[in-house]
C-alpha cells in the first residue's frame, strides 16, 4: 500500500463533526462500490492510513468499516484486512442482461492464454535474484554474449530435455526477450536464407502473425481439425516453413496427432522446409502425462520455442529457442542485430530460480491450481447453459465453450465487457478467409483472474452466453 490512497470521486468536507465524517465515509464508500469505482474483489487500506489520507479518526474509519461488514458491502479477512464484497446485484450473477449506456471497465480477464499474476513467487523469486546478484562474478556485469546467460542455457538445456523430451546442448539455446523476440529472429533468420512463405494454423495470435509478416513472410493458412493442424495440405501451399503449436493447438485446445507428427516431420524432410514449434503451455496437460515435444522427433528440422511467461509471468520477459544447426549461423546473426543489450541479471536470476527446483514447484502448484478451476467451469457449463459444452484437452490455460449454431460471438464478447469481463469468440482468431466451418464458440481462458475472483468471471461469463441463448430462443419462436 502506498503513502496515500484515495477513491475516485470520494470528498470529505473535514470541518463535519465525526457523526457527519462518519456518515458521509459510509455514503461515499457505498456509492463508490455501488457504481463500480470499488469493484468486487478491491482491497480497501488499512483503517489507520485511510484516516490519515483523509485527515479524520481512525476510529471514524473503523467504524465505517465495520458497519458496512456487517450490511454485506465489504468483507474483514482476518489477518489480510478489508476488502469490497461481492453482491447479488452487481453483475455477478446475473439471470438477465441489460445494456447500460456506458460500458464499464473489464475488471476480470477470461482471455485465453493469460496466467494468474497473483500467485507469482515473489519470495522465491526475490530470493533467487539476491543469490544470483551475489554469486555472479564481476565480469558477468558486462555486456553478455547475444545468445544469452551460459549457465541459464545450460539449466534449460538439462530441463526441457527432463520436461520435454527436448534435444539440444547449451550451443543450439539462445534467451531471448519473451516469445516474441524469439519467434521475430527465427523469421528473420529463415529470410536471410532465402524463404518466402510460411504457413500458420487457421486460429492462432494475429501478433505472431504479424511478426512473421513484418519480418517479410508472406503467411498462409493451414486447416485445424480434431486432430489438430492438416499437416497434408502443406505440399499443396509452396512454403518455406510452418509454425505450430502441436502440444496445445491455440485457442481449439486439440493436440496434433501422433499420424500427423510424423507426416510434417516426413514433409520437413523432403522438402527442406522448417517446422516451428511453439510449445507455449506444454508443462500443463493434468489429464494425464504432458505429450513431449515435437521437436524431439527431428531435432535438425525443428526450431523449438518457449517461454516463461505461462510458467511464471509475463513480466518476466523471457522466452527461449533451441535451434537446428544448420541455422545457427543466421539465428545468431539477427539476435546480434537486433537484441541489443542482453538482461544478464534477469536470466541469472530465472537460472537461480530453476536451480533451486522452485520452478518445477510453481508449475505443480498452478497445474493443480487450472486443473481445479478447468474443472469448476465444465461442471458450470454442464448445468446452467443448455446445448453448450467445454472442449479442449485438459490442459492448459484455457478451452472452448461451444455453443448452439446462430449464436453471435462478437454479441456475447460485448456482453461480457459490459458485465465488467473480457472475453473473446474463437472468430477473433481466424485468419482471413480461413474456413469457417466450426460451431460458434468462446475461447475461455481460467489462469488470469486471482483465485478470490474465479468465480465471480465465470458467474459473469455464463451470464453473457446465456443473454444471448435467450435472445436465440426469443428470435425463434413463431
Known amino acids: 500500500m502506498g503513502d496515500s490512497w484515495a477513491i475516485p470521486g470520494l470528498d470529505l468536507h473535514l470541518d ?43 476510529n471514524v474509519v473503523a467504524e465505517v468499516y465495520g458497519g458496512l461488514v456487517a450490511e454485506g458491502w465489504l468483507e474483514a479477512r482476518v489477518g ?14 446475473v439471470s438477465s442482461v441489460e445494456t447500460p449506456p456506458t460500458p464499464p471497465r473489464a475488471g476480470l480477464d477470461l482471455r ?40 541459464l542455457r545450460s539449466t534449460l538445456a538439462e530441463y526441457l530435455a527432463r520436461t520435454r523430451g527436448v534435444w539440444g546442448d547449451r550451443a543450439r539455446i539462445a534467451v ?17 536464407h532465402g524463404a518466402r512463405r510460411i504457413a500458420v494454423e487457421e486460429y492462432g495470435h494475429e501478433a505472431h502473425r504479424g511478426i512473421l509478416r513484418s519480418a517479410g513472410l508472406d503467411v498462409v493458412a493451414l486447416a485445424v481439425d480434431e486432430d489438430g493442424a492438416v499437416v497434408s495440405g ?13 502440444a496445445h493447438q491455440f485457442p481449439t485446445g486439440v493436440a496434433l496427432s501422433a499420424s500427423r507428427r510424423l ?6 524432410e523432403r522438402t527442406g522446409a522448417l517446422i516451428i514449434e511453439d510449445d507455449y503451455d506444454g508443462e500443463f496437460r493434468y489429464d494425464r502425462r504432458a505429450i513431449g515435444a515435437l521437436q524431439s522427433l527431428a531435432p535438425d528440422l525443428v526450431v523449438y520455442l518457449g517461454t516463461a511467461s505461462k510458467s511464471l509471468a509475463p513480466a518476466v520477459g523471457l522466452g527461449w529457442a533451441v535451434v537446428p544447426e544448420r541455422l545457427t549461423t543466421a539465428f545468431t546473426a539477427q539476435l546480434v542485430a537486433v537484441s541489443g543489450i542482453v538482461d544478464v541479471l534477469n536470466q541469472s536470476t530465472l537460472d537461480a530460480f530453476m536451480r533451486a527446483h522452485e520452478y518445477d514447484r510453481t508449475v505443480r502448484r498452478r497445474r493443480a491450481e487450472y486443473r481445479s478451476r478447468r474443472e469448476f467451469l465444465e461442471v458450470r457449463v454442464a448445468a446452467e447453459l443448455r446445448g453448450c459444452r467445454v472442449s479442449g484437452m485438459r490442459a492448459g490455460l484455457h478451452c472452448l465453450i461451444e455453443m448452439p449454431a446462430g449464436l453471435d460471438e462478437r454479441g456475447i464478447a460485448a456482453t461480457a465487457l459490459q458485465l ?59
Not at 463533526?17 to 478491491?42: F, I, M, Q, W
Not at 516469445?179 to 528473420?188: D, E, W
Not at 507426416?263 to 520437413?268: I, L, P
Open 16 to 58: 463535519l463533526d465525526r457523526r457527519r465524517k462518519a456518515a458521509s465515509l459510509e455514503e461515499g464508500l457505498r456509492a463508490a462500490v455501488r457504481d463500480g469505482r470499488l469493484e468486487a474483489g478491491t482491497r480497501l487500506p488499512a483503517s489507520r492510513t485511510l484516516a490519515a489520507d483523509l485527515d479524520i479518526a481512525r
Open 234 to 246: 502443406l505440399g499443396g501451399l509452396s512454403v518455406d516453413a510452418v509454425l505450430l503449436t502441436p
Open 112 to 151: 485465453g492464454g493469460i496466467p494468474d499474476a497473483s500467485s507469482f513467487p515473489r519470495r522465491e523469486w526475490a530470493a533467487a535474484a539476491r543469490r544470483a546478484a551475489l554469486d555472479l562474478p564481476a565480469s558477468a556485469f558486462g555486456y553478455g554474449p547475444p545468445e544469452g546467460s551460459p549457465a
Open 80 to 93: 489480510a484486512g478489508t476488502w469490497v464484497a461481492e453482491r447479488p446485484g452487481t453483475g455477478t450473477a
Open 176 to 192: 531471448t526477450r519473451g516469445f516474441g523476440a524469439a519467434l521475430a529472429t527465427v523469421a528473420r533468420a529463415l529470410v536471410a
Open 420 to 478: 465488467g469481463v473480457r472475453l473473446d469468440g474463437l472468430g477473433s482468431f481466424r485468419l482471413g478467409d480461413a474456413s469457417a466451418r466450426r460451431a460458434p464458440a468462446m475461447v475461455v481462458g481460467y489462469g488470469a483472474p486471482a483465485p478470490h475472483r474465479f468465480e465471480a468471471a465465470v458467474d459473469r461469463a455464463i451470464a453473457a452466453i446465456r443473454a444471448e441463448l435467450d435472445r436465440s430462443t426469443a428470435t425463434d419462436r413463431p
Open 263 to 268: 507426416e510434417v516431420v516426413a514433409w520437413a
